[in-house]
């Protein structure tokens, strides 16, 4: 066992018994590094990435490989989940000197953390015009002995280069019409019209455009805006990206239509995609979305769920294929001849239902489940007894393995989508999965100081802090959930965490953000990033944030943070749409207000009451908040001096400091949220 056996990230567990002398990132490694005067070697990668896993059989448990690094270098490994600002600073440095970027991340170190030489997965032997990891390792070693002042010059001027690199200079205000409606001409230019998504493969799932143009269908009308979503969102449900048998979706598809899919299933695609099909269903009305966000959160539930009420980071790509192989995609792929083991008789319907055929989608035969049948009438119960009997035999597959730390701003939007997806369908059952959530990230992650941890593993907090991005989305899920409960205290709560943005992320003088606390560790530079990627930036997602939580106080300071904040989508919004969808759905809430629903009653199981409150939840007004309680309650804001009309529960709707008459009736509100 290397120094990683006592730390709580599952992939620094996975390399626990690797004969490298791995060490976790702290000062200690690097100290250890001027002790010894030897370079550092920063292995940076994850629990459910693919490559990680082959390099690490590969490289980090071959003994000769590894006596060769313990001799000459310092090796730190590092989960990028749990440090996503170490990854973001040396991922720039790597994307900046080769142009692209990716995991496993390998890069060279001097002992001051000043990085040299990079790269991303080297194999055992050269291959395909790359060189092997063990010539890249005597190159290294070579370097640092013979040519220590060339190598102590490409470190600095790498750093200064970094250092002086600006984020793209903000506007002094917030995005107006003009930018929005340049946003979405440029994403119409991107967009794949044949598939749905947008660009060539690899394609991922683009959640936060979506809510981006779902918002601006229901603040505009314009219907364009609104078939892109749709679209796109049937293409990826029929395809082999979603499971179409538990439900959830891979991490992306390798090819333009959706067919194959890279197999790993993270907790932040889940989550916001479970949020989008049921916004896609609000729009709409469409059974196949009701059916995905369900499906959906009936996998985030099942699947994900930590015992202490969390939401696991990931589900691995590679699972043992029967054979003791581990190989990618092996728990969900099906040949001809497996379906007639598990189906008899119905073998043949289930593969033209799911597309399976002879050849197979994917590789040796197999096939991806998918809905490709777009015409043509199939037996429902027959399909649902296929389904059922499907994954039953799938269930007992050598399962793939789990990434069970609980990171606190993918859990954050968790929280949101359990919480709204449980409220649109009646399942109370997801809104008490959000609350246990919601309850485990104030328990275990946040302090008496409402200071975020990062991570947690079995109830135990991580020794990370929280970066920008937890603070944004865990305020989101807590704002969700106030809206859905009408318990205020989750109000209280986003409140606490939008402080600490205030205080401790904001630049006081242009109001843009830092991804790290000013009172962080330390790096070669302090991470800024405001592009959306996997997740909404900790930028885009602090100022929705901010934003709801102003509507909810008439706070100014949130406001203002918040419109500060969105000069940043103002300048790259018309630019690159693509990569700021959270920020540009943002601004469509901006635009409209955002509105303020204060539903009052004599009481949470007052009928009445419950329907303008449901009738609230599923209004399409970008943005909305919504607070619900009694007449004398004081669990928010909005609902101080509000009164019961003529003894019957009402609704009150305001926007832009201007409040409209309040209304007794559904109908009558479900007018007033469009």
Known sequence: MNRLAHETSPYLLQHADNPVDWWPWSAE???????????????????????????????????????????????????????????AVYMEAVQAATGHGGWPMTV????????????????????????????????????????????GEVAGKIVRDLAQREI????????????????????????????????????????????FLLRHHARTGAEGALQMAVDTGERMARGGIYDQLGGGFARYSVDRDWVVPHFEKMLYDNALLCRVYAHLWRATGSDLARRVALETADFLVRELRTPEGGFASALDADSDDGTGRHVEGAYYVWTPAQLRDVLGDDAELAAQYFGVTEEGTFEHGQSVLRLPQTE????????????RRLFDARARRPAPGRDDKVVAAWNGLAVAALAETGAYFGRPDLVEAALGAADLLVRVHLDEHARLARTSKDGRVGPNAGVLEDYGDVAEGFLALASVTGEGVWLDFAGLLLD?????????????????????????????DPTDNAAPSGWTAAAGALLGYAAHTGSEAHRVAAERALGVVKTLGPRVPRFIGWGLAVAEALLDGPREVAVVGPGPDDERTAALHRTALLGAAPGAVVACGTPDGDEFPLLAGRTLIDGAPAAYVCRGFVCDLPVTGPEALRAKLV
């Open 168 to 211: 793209v200079r903000q506007a002094a205000e917030a995005p107006g019409e003009q930018e929005l409606a340049q946003a979405l001409l440029g994403l119409t230019r991107e967009y794949d019209p044949q598939r749905g998504g947008f660009g060539g493969a690899p394609k991922f799932p683009p959640s936060m455009v979506q809510e």
């Open 500 to 528: 600490q943005v205030l205080a401790r992320f904001t630049d006081p003088e242009t109001g843009a953000l830092f991804d790290t606390a000013s009172d962080a560790e330390r790096l070669i530079r302090r991470p800024q």
């Open 29 to 87: 490694a690097f100290a250890e590094a001027r002790r010894t005067n030897r370079p550092v070697l920063l292995s940076v990668g994850y629990s459910s990435c693919h490559w990680c896993h082959v390099m690490a059989h590969e490289s980090f448990e071959d003994e000769v490989t590894a006596g060769y690094l313990n001799e000459h270098f310092v090796s730190v490994k590092v989960d990028r989940e749990e440090r996503p600002d170490v990854d």
């Open 376 to 387: 043509g009438v199939f037996d429902a119960e027959k399909i649902a007894s296929v389904r």
């Open 108 to 151: 060279f170190l001097t002992p001051d953390a000043e990085p040299f030489y990079f790269g991303t997965y080297y194999p055992p032997a050269p291959r395909h015009g790359m060189p092997s990891f063990r010539q890249v390792l005597e190159g290294v070693q070579q370097a640092w002995t013979t040519r220590r002042d060339e190598v």
